[in-house]
């Protein structure tokens, strides 16, 4: 998806940002070096050019209006299955004018980039380029994220805070959430020694919980051949393991042998006399 470098566009997100109890908007330094960096492209002649859709994309696009014509009210989970079922049955020749048409677009595409940034500044270049670094290394963050969510990774431990403010968040005082937040905090500090020590307790539960998880979760991820997933200081201890469990596999193995051979003697000299 293009990236949108307006003003307007920080300030929405500004906005939403208070609808939905965010952090004010800038929250820190990075937040004002974005900023800044889009103030400086939004100086340039034009905006950067829209990167185009692949043959797949146009593809998706296309159906989408005809399937939201046949059937408004089919959700966008089943128009996505079903679109992508579709276009795996379609044959190269039918695929070739969506594969003509991105092909076209992505030529343009590179020609119209190369004008944009000729009529750029070094720091313009520059911010332009660190902000394609950051959306790059933001998608690689949520598709490790999304990944780690498939493969079932542990919830981490939680709090004594935390269990106390999910206990206790729908009735606590306070229109909006990040005030229900304010009162919980207000609250937790008013607790007694004793009171908090229950929910120390509840916390010190939840982490033995996450580290006997997490440890049975990273071997079954260096058996599946996810090592990429296991934290790097957590990678030597579960191959070491992994390696004892099979060596004790093999000897096991190994001692079940000869009393199998020795019942099998035993059956055949009782069948001889």
Not at 157 to 164: D, E, S
Not at 187 to 201: F, G, I, L, N, V
């Amino acid at each position: 998806m293009a990236s949108v470098v307006t003003v307007g566009a920080a300030l929405l997100g500004r906005t939403l940002g208070g609808l939905f109890n965010c952090r004010p908007w800038p929250a820190s330094c990075s937040s004002v070096c974005a900023a800044i960096r889009r103030l400086s492209l939004d100086n340039t002649p034009s905006a950067p050019p829209k990167r185009p859709l692949n043959a797949y994309l146009r593809y998706v696009v296309e159906q989408q209006q005809i399937l939201f014509k046949q059937g408004p009210d089919i959700k966008v989970s089943e128009k996505t299955k079903q679109i992508a079922q579709a276009w795996r049955q379609l044959t190269p020749d039918q695929k070739q004018p969506y594969e003509l048409a991105a092909s076209d677009a992505k030529l343009k595409y590179k020609v119209e980039l190369a004008a944009f940034k000729a009529n750029l500044t070094p720091a313009q270049l520059a911010s332009l380029k660190e902000e394609r670094r950051q959306k790059l290394a933001k998608r690689r963050t949520i598709r490790k994220k999304r990944k780690l969510t498939i493969l079932g990774k542990p919830k981490r431990p939680r709090t004594a805070f935390n269990i106390f403010m999910a206990e206790n968040f729908d009735e606590a005082k306070g229109a909006t959430s990040q005030a229900k937040l304010k009162n919980l905090q207000d609250e937790w500090h008013r607790q007694s020694d004793t009171q908090k020590q229950m929910y120390a307790q509840l916390a010190e539960d939840d982490k033995i919980r996450y580290q006997n998880e997490i440890k049975l979760w990273e071997e079954q991820m260096i058996e599946t051949g996810h090592e990429d997933v296991i934290r790097v200081k957590q990678k030597r201890r579960v191959q070491k393991l992994i390696r004892m469990k099979a060596k004790a596999n093999q000897t096991a193995a190994k001692t079940t042998k000869p009393s199998a051979t020795l019942s099998t003697t035993k059956s055949k000299k009782t069948s001889e006399e």
